[in-house]
């Protein structure tokens, strides 16, 4: 069909509201870790959608899997169950430490229903006095009014009027910090178990399980956000088996879903009792076509070769990069675990990540930044080595650019 508009960058500006900028690329097809735009030009993808597209574009998994059950049932809404989310309910369940699933759209919508389920639970079991959160400065936890407020970054949650109560601070890595807030009336600490968009930052081993001993102390549930660091991204299925802590609470999305919206709470039977029938809810929660596609990504990349995987791709990146360092020195470190991955800028390149980006979108590559002067990278948990290479000389060239 041919439309009496033209479908390009420009339209973006007359017709969506304007809370993003987007690049001028348009992308129309993607194929494993290649994308194509409109002009046909092709490009690598190492921002994998942020962290999204865990097993790349197009997977035939995923597409066998979305066209088998989109040929069967979209949508029922919860006053139905159906196949697919029992079977993904199943398969987490029996993969993690998890008893009870619940799954809604999206990353903040997970983390939503998690702070609610812990709220629900303290003024259950402890009472009204039991309703301090706890969370960490930089963390991300999503775009609603909750999580945006538990998120530590005022400027996404300021100039919205008032805020949702009884949230407080600590600093990443900071035992003490942490220590200084908690008390008998903490219903709940949520964390991510390696801050992304915060910049890349990994906790120590003392602090993470600093911050769950302190939790038992004073009866908090510890929430662990695995939106970005779950499905596989740093190496395990979901980044606590790595680290000897276990969360009462655990959000999943992005990856889980291969690039189809679907999050997912994860909890135990005791606590998710405190979600009685009616308390909460989602229309779309559970519908058939993302679990479908969930499910395909869970088997797809729970397995040891792809997990390894993960390890061994991890190091291509890290190895590459410090070799593009060697030659143009514009980073002060490589960092983060798996595939996510950030190179922080030296002093030279303060606050430049976008130009990076940018630099390096000219040249064939797809990037991503976290904060103003870590390039992140964030692509397939499939990617080939070939495909890592190849995107890893594009990149040096946008980095020989910026140098110059
Ligand atoms: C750790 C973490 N939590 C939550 C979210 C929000 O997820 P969504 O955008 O799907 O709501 C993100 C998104 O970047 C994230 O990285």
């Given at each position: 069909?041919?439309?009496?508009?033209?479908?390009?960058?420009?339209?973006?500006n007359?017709?969506?509201?304007p809370n993003?900028?987007?690049?001028a690329?348009?992308p129309?097809?993607?194929?494993?870790?290649?994308?194509?735009?409109q002009?046909d030009?092709?490009?690598i993808?190492?921002?994998?959608?942020i962290?999204?597209s865990?097993?790349?574009?197009c997977?035939?998994?995923?597409?066998?899997?979305?066209?088998?059950?989109?040929?069967?049932?979209?949508?029922?809404s919860?006053v139905?169950?159906?196949e697919?989310?029992?079977?993904?309910a199943?398969?987490?369940?029996?993969?993690t430490?998890?008893?009870?699933?619940?799954?809604?759209?999206?990353?903040?919508?997970?983390?939503?229903?998690?702070l609610?389920?812990?709220?629900r639970?303290?003024l259950?079991?402890h009472g009204?006095?039991?309703?301090?959160?706890?969370a960490?400065?930089?963390?991300?936890?999503?775009?609603?009014?909750?999580?945006?407020?538990?998120g530590?970054?005022?400027?996404?949650?300021?100039?919205?009027g008032?805020?949702?109560g009884?949230?407080d601070h600590?600093e990443?890595?900071?035992?003490?910090?942490l220590?200084?807030?908690?008390?008998?009336?903490?219903?709940?600490?949520?964390?991510?178990?390696?801050?992304?968009?915060?910049g890349?930052v990994?906790?120590?081993?003392?602090?993470?399980?600093g911050?769950?001993?302190l939790?038992?102390?004073?009866?908090a549930?510890?929430i662990?956000d695995?939106v970005?660091?779950?499905?596989?991204?740093?190496?395990?299925l979901?980044?606590?088996?790595?680290?000897g802590?276990?969360?009462d609470?655990?959000?999943s999305?992005?990856?889980?879903?291969?690039?189809?919206?679907?999050?997912a709470?994860?909890?135990?039977?005791d606590?998710?009792?405190?979600?009685?029938?009616?308390t909460h809810g989602?229309?779309?929660?559970g519908?058939p076509?993302a679990?479908?596609?969930?499910e395909?990504?869970?088997?797809t990349v729970?397995?040891p070769?792809?997990?390894?995987?993960?390890k061994?791709?991890?190091?291509?990146?890290?190895?590459?990069?410090?070799a593009i360092?060697a030659k143009?020195?514009?980073?002060?470190e490589?960092?983060?675990?798996?595939?996510?991955?950030?190179?922080v800028?030296?002093e030279?390149?303060?606050?430049?990540?976008?130009d990076?980006?940018?630099a390096?979108?000219?040249?064939?590559v797809?990037t991503l930044?976290?904060g103003?002067s870590?390039v992140?990278?964030?692509?397939?948990l499939?990617i080939?080595?070939d495909?890592i290479?190849?995107g890893?000389?594009?990149?040096?060239?946008?980095?020989?650019k910026?140098v110059?």
């Open positions: 069909m041919s439309e009496h508009f033209s479908v390009d960058r420009e339209l973006f007359e017709v969506m509201v993003y900028a987007p690049s690329v348009i129309v097809r993607g194929k494993g870790s290649r994308v194509w735009d002009q030009n092709e490009y993808d190492f921002a994998g959608g962290a999204v865990a097993l790349g574009h997977h035939p998994a995923l597409v066998g899997a979305l066209k088998e059950q989109g040929e069967k049932i979209w949508h029922l919860n139905l169950t159906n697919p989310a029992l079977r993904l199943k398969k987490l369940v029996d993969n430490f998890a008893e009870k699933v619940y799954f809604c759209n999206s990353g903040a919508e997970a983390n939503e229903a998690a609610k389920l812990a709220r639970w303290a259950e079991v009204e006095e039991k309703s301090q959160i706890i960490f400065k930089q963390g991300f936890h999503g775009r609603t009014f909750f999580t945006v407020t538990v530590g970054q005022a400027a996404y949650s300021d100039g919205f008032p805020k949702p009884n949230i600590a990443y890595n900071n035992l003490d910090s220590k200084a807030l908690i008390s008998d009336k903490t219903c709940a600490v949520m964390i991510e178990p390696l801050q992304g968009e915060g890349i990994a906790p120590t081993d003392e602090f993470i399980k911050v769950r001993e939790c038992n102390q004073h009866n549930l510890l662990f695995e970005q660091t779950g499905l596989g991204r740093l190496g395990s979901y980044a606590y088996m790595d680290l802590v276990t969360p609470i655990l959000s999305a992005k990856g889980l879903g291969g690039g189809f919206p679907i999050g709470m994860l909890t135990t039977t606590i998710a009792q405190h979600l009685k029938i009616g989602s229309t779309y929660g519908n076509l679990c479908a596609v969930g395909a990504v869970l088997d729970n397995t070769e792809v997990l390894a995987g993960v061994a791709k991890s190091t291509l990146y890290v190895d590459g990069l410090n360092n143009y020195n514009v980073f002060s490589i960092r983060g675990k798996g595939l996510l991955i950030g190179a800028l030296n030279n390149y303060q606050g430049k990540a976008k990076f980006l940018n390096a979108m000219a040249e064939g797809m930044v976290a103003a870590i992140r990278f964030a692509p397939s499939v080939s080595d495909d290479t190849e890893l000389v594009r990149f040096e060239r946008a980095v020989a910026m110059k």
